[in-house]
């Protein structure tokens, strides 16, 4: 046979070198190739090598037979990673060795992550709600107000306004309604002329009725009483759930209601005294709006989050009152 045949042949039968799970390169000899090799071997003492049991020659041959050293490529950056079969598995139990798993270089994994879903909130917000309406829920909705006379009556007038407009129309318009109405400063608004009084529009149109209108400036004269009697309209309106918001803890939406016989019970009383417009439903409106009852349904994130407002207030005015 010619040498070149020879060379071929052997090429042929030569196995190629793979690799190992650590990515080590390694060389498979054939049994006919380790004998050959040994033979020549045992003539020169000073070059004797032991000889490799099977056991360890399979211990380290690679644990995918499809990653070969095509795998070194031109594109040498990708590797296949494949799972060890129960057979191989066996195989390194046996030999002492642990079945590894193979990762590209420079790749990092990591496990999936799970988006944070967006907070629960009362039933009558909904994705298509106005963000300023949004906002407001989240923000002001059933916060406790002390202490400050022209947010609750600001309040007040808007609880009136939702028998003509809903709680997006006027959250928009807000700005107009603090512009037109000073500020809900009570000692202004008493002192408004009829001129002015029936001048607050929105593009041409009233921003209220005139009887709401006459009953903002009405109410204002009647809190303007309030506050040299009780010290101020904050003092008046909290006294009726002893300084202390009444949590109702509904679970579902239908169960929230429009008025309460406590919110009769202070529209008797604002009636009484002078104010207008003024019915049961606007009050439980305004004591929705106020915090003098945390309406928000337990499901709500805001629910909880609103007591913990409530708890840091009173400890405040305890301690005040303390020093």
């Known amino acids: 046979m010619p040498v070149a045949t020879k060379l071929n042949a052997s090429r042929a039968t030569e196995p190629r070198a793979i690799l190992k799970p650590g990515g080590n390169r390694v060389t498979v000899y054939e049994e006919h190739k380790r004998k050959k090799e040994n033979t020549k071997k045992t003539h ?26 095509d795998s070194f490529s031109s ?15 066996a195989k390194m139990k046996r030999n002492g060795f642990k079945p590894v798993r193979v990762v590209p270089d420079g790749v990092h994994v990591s496990p999936p992550h799970k988006a944070s879903e967006p907070s629960k909130r009362c039933d009558w917000i909904t994705p298509n709600s106005d963000p300023l309406y949004t906002a407001f829920h989240d923000e002001e909705w059933g916060v406790p107000v002390y202490n400050d006379d022209r947010k609750l009556f600001e309040l007040l007038v808007f609880s009136q306004a939702l028998a003509e407009h809903t709680w997006p129309a006027i959250l928009n318009h807000r700005d ?44 204002a004269k009647q809190l303007l009483k309030v506050q040299l ?23 579902y939406g239908r169960q929230v ?9 202070i529209s008797k009383d604002m009636m009484r005294r ?5 019915g049961p439903k606007v009050v439980y409106s305004f004591m929705q709006v106020t915090g003098l009852v945390n309406d928000h ?4 994130f805001r629910c909880q989050q609103c007591n913990v407002t409530i708890k840091n207030k009173i400890n405040t005015e305890v301690y005040e009152k303390k020093v």
């Not at 020169?44 to 990653?67: F, G």
């Not at 002078?274 to 003024?278: A, D, L």
């Open 75 to 89: 594109d040498s950056s990708v590797k296949k990673v494949n799972t060890v079969n129960a057979n191989e598995s």
């Open 44 to 69: 020169d003492p000073r070059k004797q090598v032991p000889n490799i049991s099977d056991s360890v020659v399979q211990s380290n041959v690679s644990l995918d037979s499809t990653c070969s050293s």
């Open 257 to 265: 209601p429009v008025k309460t016989p406590k919110a009769e019970l």
């Open 274 to 278: 002078g104010f207008q417009c003024v």
């Open 176 to 219: 107009i309604f603090r512009k037109l109405f000073e500020n809900f400063d009570p000692s202004s608004i008493a002192q408004f002329t009829e001129k002015k009084l029936l001048t607050p529009k929105i593009n041409g149109n009233p921003l209220l009725s005139e009887q709401k209108l006459r009953a903002i400036v009405e109410n």
């Open 229 to 251: 009697e009780f010290g101020s309209f904050s003092n008046y309106c909290w006294k009726f759930v002893n300084h202390k918001p009444i949590r109702n803890e509904f679970r």
């Open 297 to 300: 349904l337990l499901t709500c």
